[in-house]
């Protein structure tokens, strides 16, 4: 059965330290992995995905994600986080965007 | 204004009652998706459509009815509502099967 685990609740960081989120699948296949960022009382809006090809993501606001398939992972990265990245973060894995799992979710504070 | 929009915003109903929730795109995106959100279980699939007057059920779909009968329009019904279905609704949109998915700010429903 596919499933999406994302091991850490909360992380907190310094402002300007280096950020790793861990998201851990399982699927039958390869999938389609996506990280997505929600802000308190928003949507989710899309950071990066991964459908092929090189397994390291560039993604917006500086993220990116690498896919390492022998360990059924795809952590997001940060090299230096701001204020502004406190949010919570969505891994989500599927098929297609049509057939997405999502993990329970990740909130990151940033503290200065 | 362009986008994808969900109204209400927030909406307080009884046990019992009907309740429909609205999603509306601007893009003419083929798909559209809802989800619930609640503590501990991330975002999970209600119904999808892939075309209008085309839909098919997601992981949670029991007390839900969608219909599309617009391509923009994708509205989700609660015909009896429990207090199970207090959640947080997204709606999203996606123009095709490996395209990205952009997400509504949600519809938070509680049922008393």
């Known amino acids: 059965a596919q499933s999406v685990t994302q091991p850490d609740i909360h992380i907190t960081v310094s402002e300007g330290a280096s950020l790793e989120l861990r998201c851990n699948y399982s699927?039958?296949?390869?999938?389609?992995l996506f990280w997505y960022v929600q802000s308190p009382g928003q949507g989710l809006q899309l950071l990066l995905k991964?459908?092929?090809?090189?397994?390291l993501v560039q993604g917006i606001k500086g993220f990116e994600a690498e896919f390492k398939r022998s360990q059924s992972s795809f952590n997001l990265r940060k090299p230096s986080v701001h204020w502004s990245d406190a949010a919570e973060y969505f891994c989500?894995?599927?098929?297609?965007?049509?057939?997405?799992?999502f993990g329970t979710g990740t909130r990151l504070t940033v503290i200065p | 204004d362009a986008g994808i929009t969900q109204s209400p915003r927030y909406k307080i109903t009884e046990t019992g009652r009907q309740v429909t929730l609205m999603c509306h795109q601007t893009?003419?995106?083929?798909?559209m998706f809802w989800y619930r959100q609640d503590l501990g279980h991330g975002l999970r699939l209600i119904y999808y459509?892939?075309?209008?007057?085309?839909?098919d059920k997601g992981e949670v779909p029991d007390g839900y009815v969608v219909s599309r009968s617009k391509t923009e329009n994708f509205p989700l019904t609660l015909e009896s509502a429990t207090r199970s279905q207090t959640s947080v609704y997204f709606c999203?949109?996606?123009?095709?099967?490996?395209?990205?998915?952009?997400f509504g700010p949600g519809t938070r429903l509680t049922v008393l």
């Open positions: 989500a894995v599927g098929a297609g965007a049509n057939n997405l799992f």
């Open positions: 699927y039958g296949a390869t999938p389609y």
């Open positions: 991964y459908f092929s090809g090189d397994t």
């Open positions: 893009w003419s995106h083929s798909y």
């Open positions: 459509s892939a075309a209008a007057d085309i839909t």
């Open positions: 999203a949109s996606m123009a095709g099967v490996a395209d990205t998915q952009y």
